[in-house]
Nanobody
């Protein structure tokens, strides 16, 4: 089992940037593919980005492609989500997740963080 803790959320004006971090512990981080998802009240958890265990492959939802970048540092047991050109519709709780494959559906991920709130004002 791997434990995940997100940080870096907060409030930002539209057009601004934030970088989320997800620190892993308890298991070998480099064995896991990692994903970022987000959720707003009353809606299902939505895929944002994913990265393979080597970092060689990345995947993005159409809504964030070109604005967000996922990366990882296996030496630091951390995955990042750089978010640029933020929009009010990006407002959500952001979760990182660890799984065996870099999938776009949440059911492939077995370990989840507690989430971090991102609020983008217009």
């Amino acid at each position: 089992q791997v434990q995940l803790v997100e940080s870096g959320g907060g409030w930002v004006q539209a057009g601004g940037s934030l970088r989320l971090s997800c620190a892993a512990s308890g298991s070998t981080f480099s064995y896991y593919a990692m994903g970022w998802f987000r959720q707003t009240p009353g809606k299902e958890r939505e895929f944002v980005a994913a990265i393979s265990w080597t970092g060689g492959r990345t995947y993005y939802s159409d809504s964030v492609k070109g604005r967000f970048t996922i990366s990882r540092d296996n030496a630091k047991n951390t995955v990042y989500l750089q978010m640029n050109s933020l929009k009010p519709e990006d407002t959500a709780v952001y979760y990182c997740a660890a799984g065996q494959v870099a999938a776009t559906t949440s059911t492939w991920y077995k370990n989840w963080g507690q989430g971090t709130q991102v609020t983008v004002s217009s």
